[in-house]
């Protein structure tokens, strides 16, 4: 790959990270607050790429226009061929190409952010223990409350259960299948990344109760009460509250998809 290729591959990992911090994204593969990180990096790759791309060129238009400056440039070393002295050989060469492949990615496809596929292959995340057994007060807000599923799962194995019991919650993610399940049981999950979504962890909460069978990957709301949880042989893996369905309906994948 020639110096001008390779300036203009930067412009175009900038502009492509810029299209996406522009159009929201960018949220599939990182957190939301990663937004001035990825921008500025964005806008530095831009630039970098324009001063490399004028640089060489204004180099190569006063060789032609200093006949001298030509000659010499062309009797010295070419530092291209060089880098094979050095032990590069053509792979180095190929090496930038493979910026390519995720460009083209996020150009033509997007793809979604994670979903139902990494939550059936992924151990739920484990709920961290308060440092203060009473950290867990009455949740605030008339019923239905909404109620993130990562604290969901903390308040029902760590003692916060009282503040469950007799309330209406509100709760919203995408459904994965229960083994052995009857009509109207499943898991819904939201994926927690704590960087982006290289990291992702499975939250879930498992539903009893509905009135129907959803599809794997449907996104749904749901308005239900504490029932208990729901234990695992395995002693590494931590109770998941129960929650029976009072209404549930399917909505849109919210903007931003993932628990933080």
Known sequence: ???????????????????????????RYVRE???????????????????????????????????????ARRAAPVHEHADDDHGHGR????????????????FLVQPRELGAYTAERTSSKSVEKPADEYAYGPLVGNDPVE?????????????????????????????TKRADSETGEFYVNRLFIACCAADALPVR?????????????????ITGRYVGNESFPDPN??????????????????DEPYAT
């Open 205 to 221: 909460v498992h539903i009893t109760g509905a009135p129907q069978a959803y599809k794997t990957e449907t996104w749904v709301q």
């Open 237 to 254: 893996l931590d109770p998941l509250p129960t929650i029976e369905v009072d209404s549930i309906k399917r909505i849109a994948v919210p």
């Open 91 to 106: 792979m180095s060469g190929m090496v930038p190409w493979l910026l390519v492949v995720p460009l083209l990615a996020l």
């Open 147 to 175: 109620v993130p599923l990562i604290e969901l799962n903390q308040r029902a194995v760590y003692g916060g259960e009282k503040t469950l019991t007799g309330r209406t919650l509100l709760v919203s993610g995408f459904v």
């Open 33 to 71: 607050s990663a937004l001035p990180w990825i921008l500025s990096s964005a806008i530095a790759l831009v630039v970098i790429g324009l001063v490399l791309l004028w640089a060489d060129n204004e180099a190569k238009l006063a060789a032609r226009v200093l006949g001298e400056a030509e000659l």
């Open 1 to 27: 790959m020639n110096r001008n290729a390779q300036s203009l591959l930067l412009v175009a990992a900038g502009g492509v990270l810029i299209w996406i911090t522009v159009d929201g994204t960018y949220v």
